[in-house]
């Protein structure tokens, strides 16, 4: 018997018996719908799990710091973090880029406005091209621009706040008018000196001395991070800068004074050299993060990554999956003893056709591959309309989550609807099993005087 001929004769039998194979379909759709939804519940909060963690740094990211177990002193810089720590990172196996990091705090004026809490971090133009930062206006800081270039977090213009009355925007709800790619924003960085000059009678606190109001500078912006107000991101609080130039421009600020942030001697004088706040490391595979981390760890530094936590996580997540997963398989599980009762019923309903195809010569595979093609219909069916289901409630889990939690909880890709539909086949058949397994067996004569 062709495949053509099997094809037609099994379908047709299932429609002859609609209601039953609608209810037995409709077992199959809830068993597949629960699986999938369940398993897509683990899949979306590993997604959102490794899309925030590349966002908050990567998954292929070490940040190195100053062993802080050990006694740092001022003039201590034995663990301090140096241009030749930063060399030796690079010829560990597996590093692709090393970026010394400089943090400072500076402050930021425009009219009236003002903003004392910049966090202005200096990094290698190829350690910032290579942390996925979306740029909404402008550009990234460009290597040899020859001058200082600020790159605005969504966030910084949130603290600008009008020291002529008025709050920020945290006490207004109302974004500073300020256009931070346009506008003329002077810099402070000698913050110190600024409050000093400002308060406590314009005297130094330390010698009592009259305090000089340090200089403003102007300082280009190269671009502002994508976002709004209100959406938070790793990078939304920071001022990007290349770390070259801003090294040169402090440098020239803080001439035979020490750098705010920077180790002094027991005199209180600065070091020649320049320390850093942390390495920002990008390793070439997550894979290879660990050993890095251990090498780096070895030199006598503290070096923090997200690989061991990812791994944890992923591990939990593989439970939760398989928790949730086995919970939908409880559904396919009454929809397979649904199967198996339906073709039962349908061999015991067609025991005489079953004789006269076995009489007419017809081979017992045949037989046992329409019945077996039967359960398929059905598990295909059922698999399909269970999948589309699936897509359905997916949104609507999301819809109401992304309003709470602002995430989406549920993610089914296209190779679990896949699979889904193949394991509803699969257990239809093998749900149709054993019944063909009797059709087969049933006595030709017997079979044709049953009534």
Same mark, same amino acid.
């Given at each position: 018997?062709?495949?053509?001929?099997?094809?037609?004769?099994?379908?047709?039998?299932?429609?002859?018996?609609?209601?039953?194979?609608?209810?037995?379909?409709?077992?199959?759709?809830?068993?597949?719908?629960?699986?999938?939804?369940?398993?897509?519940?683990?899949?979306?909060?590993?997604?959102?799990?490794?899309?925030?963690?590349?966002?908050?740094?990567?998954?292929?990211?070490?940040?190195?710091?100053?062993?802080?177990?050990?006694?740092?002193?001022?003039?201590?810089?034995?663990?301090?973090?140096?241009?030749?720590?930063?060399?030796?990172?690079?010829? =560990?196996?597996?590093?692709?880029?090393?970026?010394?990091?400089?943090?400072?705090?500076?402050?930021?004026?425009?009219?009236?406005?003002?903003?004392?809490?910049?966090?202005?971090?200096?990094? $290698?133009?190829?350690? +910032?091209?290579?942390?996925?930062?979306?740029?909404?206006?402008?550009?990234?800081?460009?290597?040899?621009?020859?001058?200082?270039?600020?790159?605005?977090?969504?966030?910084?213009?949130?603290?600008?706040?009008?020291?002529?009355?008025?709050?920020?925007?945290?006490?207004?709800?109302?974004?500073?008018?300020?256009?931070?790619?346009?506008?003329?924003?002077?810099?402070? %960085?000698?913050?110190?000196?600024?409050?000093?000059?400002?308060?406590?009678?314009?005297?130094?606190?330390?010698?009592?001395?009259?305090? $000089?109001?340090?200089?403003?500078?102007?300082?280009?912006?190269?671009?502002?991070?994508?976002?709004?107000?209100?959406?938070?991101?790793?990078?939304?609080?920071?001022?990007?800068?290349?770390?070259?130039?801003?090294?040169?421009?402090?440098?020239? =600020?803080?001439?035979?004074?020490?750098?705010?942030?920077?180790? $002094?001697?027991?005199?209180?004088?600065?070091?020649?050299? +320049?320390?850093?706040?942390?390495?920002?490391?990008?390793?070439?595979?997550?894979?290879?993060?660990?050993?890095?981390?251990?090498?780096?760890?070895?030199?006598?530094?503290?070096?923090?990554?997200?690989?061991?936590?990812?791994?944890?996580?992923?591990?939990? %997540?593989?439970?939760?999956?398989?928790?949730?997963?086995?919970?939908?398989?409880?559904?396919?599980?009454?929809?397979?003893?649904? =199967?198996?009762?339906?073709?039962?019923?349908?061999?015991?309903?067609?025991?005489?056709?079953?004789?006269?195809?076995?009489?007419?010569?017809?081979?017992?595979?045949?037989?046992?591959?329409?019945?077996?093609?039967?359960?398929? %219909?059905?598990?295909?069916?059922?698999?399909?309309?269970?999948?589309?289901?699936?897509?359905?409630?997916?949104?609507?889990?999301?819809?109401?989550?992304?309003?709470?939690?602002?995430?989406?909880?549920?993610?089914?890709?296209?190779?679990?609807?896949?699979?889904?539909?193949?394991?509803?086949?699969?257990?239809?058949?093998?749900?149709?099993?054993?019944?063909?397994?009797?059709?087969?067996?049933?006595?030709?004569?017997?079979?044709?005087?049953?009534?």
């Amino acid at each position: 018997m062709r495949f053509v001929d099997l094809w037609r004769m099994s379908s047709s039998n299932l429609l002859k018996r609609k209601m039953r194979t609608i209810l037995t379909v409709l077992g199959v759709v809830i068993g597949t719908a629960s699986i999938v939804v369940m398993i897509s519940l683990g899949l979306g909060l590993n997604r959102s799990m490794m899309k925030e963690i590349e966002e908050n740094g990567g998954l292929t990211t070490i940040t190195v710091y100053p062993d802080y177990s050990s006694d740092i002193s001022d003039d201590n810089t034995d663990r301090q973090l140096t241009d030749e720590l930063v060399e030796a990172i690079a010829e =560990i196996e597996h590093v692709q880029i090393v970026s010394p990091v400089l943090n400072i705090n500076a402050i930021g004026r425009y009219g009236s406005y003002e903003n004392t809490y910049m966090n202005v971090m200096g990094m $290698t133009v190829e350690a +910032l091209s290579k942390m996925n930062i979306e740029v909404k206006e402008g550009t990234l800081p460009q290597k040899d621009a020859g001058v200082l270039q600020f790159l605005y977090g969504n966030q910084v213009i949130n603290e600008f706040y009008n020291s002529k009355g008025g709050g920020s925007y945290w006490e207004t709800g109302e974004v500073p008018d300020i256009d931070l790619m346009n506008d003329t924003i002077f810099i402070i %960085f000698d913050a110190e000196a600024y409050w000093n000059s400002k308060y406590d009678d314009g005297m130094s606190s330390e010698s009592g001395t009259p305090v $000089t109001p340090p200089k403003k500078y102007l300082v280009d912006t190269c671009g502002v991070i994508a976002g709004g107000p209100e959406d938070y991101g790793q990078h939304s609080w920071n001022i990007y800068c290349d770390i070259e130039e801003l090294t040169k421009q402090l440098k020239k =600020i803080f001439k035979n004074k020490a750098i705010p942030g920077q180790p $002094t001697t027991s005199s209180g004088k600065p070091y020649k050299e +320049l320390y850093y706040s942390s390495i920002y490391v990008n390793v070439d595979n997550i894979d290879n993060v660990s050993d890095v981390q251990k090498s780096i760890v070895e030199l006598g530094y503290q070096a923090e990554s997200n690989a061991e936590w990812v791994q944890s996580q992923q591990r939990q %997540f593989g439970y939760i999956q398989a928790v949730l997963g086995g919970i939908g398989a409880v559904s396919m599980l009454v929809a397979a003893i649904s =199967i198996a009762n339906t073709m039962m019923m349908s061999i015991y309903e067609r025991t005489k056709e079953i004789g006269i195809m076995k009489v007419l010569g017809c081979d017992l595979r045949n037989i046992q591959a329409l019945f077996l093609m039967e359960a398929g %219909f059905i598990g295909l069916i059922g698999g399909a309309v269970g999948i589309v289901l699936s897509y359905c409630i997916s949104a609507i889990i999301n819809m109401v989550v992304k309003n709470i939690m602002n995430m989406q909880l549920s993610h089914i890709p296209v190779w679990l609807a896949g699979l889904a539909i193949g394991f509803a086949i699969l257990v239809g058949m093998a749900a149709g099993f054993f019944p063909s397994l009797r059709a087969m067996k049933l006595s030709p004569l017997a079979a044709i005087r049953n009534d």
